[in-house]
T-cell receptor
Framework: EADIYQTPRYLVIGTGKKITLECSQT?????MYWYQQDPGMELHLIHY???????EKGDLSSESTVSRIRTEHFPLTLESARPSHTSQYLC???????????FGQGTRLTVV | GENVEQHPSTLSVQEGDSAVIKCTYS??????FPWYKQELGKRPQLIID?????GEKKDQRIAVTLNKTAKHFSLHITETQPEDSAVYFC?????????????FGAGTRLAVHP
């Protein structure tokens, strides 16, 4: 089934660990995004990509990095996790700019 | 850059009443305005969107209006039902240096009481 998948759904990890949040979509979308969602509600754009080998930083400064080696895959990496990175991370994709963005189920990250 | 302001942050209505959520944007070049609904523990999902060449769009109990001159757009839900309870996000597509970014408002938590 065409969808956008995120793994893991939940992750509890110790300070200083390196982690990678996976995001894959089977819809053939060229544009992909990472949003950080506060415990309150707000969705902050932290990374986006317009296609293979294209990555840009979003509006919210983030210590994470991303890569886009394949169209369907847009992983996010934290080299050294800190408690301030505790949040929910939502991946999204769209086929164009003015079309619906589809969201993944999210990864809820807790750094202890 | 684009800022999207959303009000109110919380909204409580009785079942059957109408609910209105308002958003303003700063970039006059923005041309696409979607609304997303996020139920508790679930992913945001598109409920309606509007492009800048249209002033109003309606889909059953949901309508969106756009005032390009004033740079604001609103979501209207009529005959609210308990299942409408969720967090609603407006968004605006910001055009910047050839790149388009979808910027979200802070969200409105809607509670519909039976």
């Amino acid at each position: 089934e065409a969808d956008i998948y995120q793994t893991p759904r939940y992750l509890v990890i110790g300070t200083g660990k390196k982690i990678t949040l996976e995001c894959s979509q089977t819809m053939g979308h060229d544009k992909m995004y990472w949003y950080q969602q506060d415990p309150g509600m707000e969705l902050h754009l932290i990374h986006y990509s317009y296609g293979v080998n294209s990555t840009e930083k979003g509006d919210l400064s983030s210590e994470s990095t991303v890569s886009r080696i394949r169209t369907e895959h847009f992983p996010l990496t934290l080299e050294s996790a800190r408690p301030s990175h505790t949040s929910q991370y939502l991946c999204a994709s769209s086929v164009g700019a003015t079309t619906e963005a589809f969201f993944g189920q999210g990864t809820r990250l807790t750094v202890v | 850059g684009e800022n999207v302001e959303q009000h109110p942050s919380t909204l409580s209505v009785q079942e059957g009443d109408s609910a209105v959520i308002k958003c303003t944007y700063s970039d006059s070049a923005s041309n696409y305005f979607p609304w997303y609904k996020q139920e508790l523990g679930k992913r945001p999902q598109l409920i309606i969107d509007i492009r800048s060449n249209v002033g109003e769009k309606k889909d059953q109990r949901i309508a969106v209006t756009l005032n390009k001159t004033a740079k604001h757009f609103s979501l209207h839900i009529t005959e609210t039902q308990p299942e409408d309870s969720a967090v609603y996000f407006c968004a605006a597509l910001r055009v910047s240096g050839g790149y388009n970014k979808l910027i979200f408002g802070a969200g409105t938590r809607l509670a519909v009481h039976p």
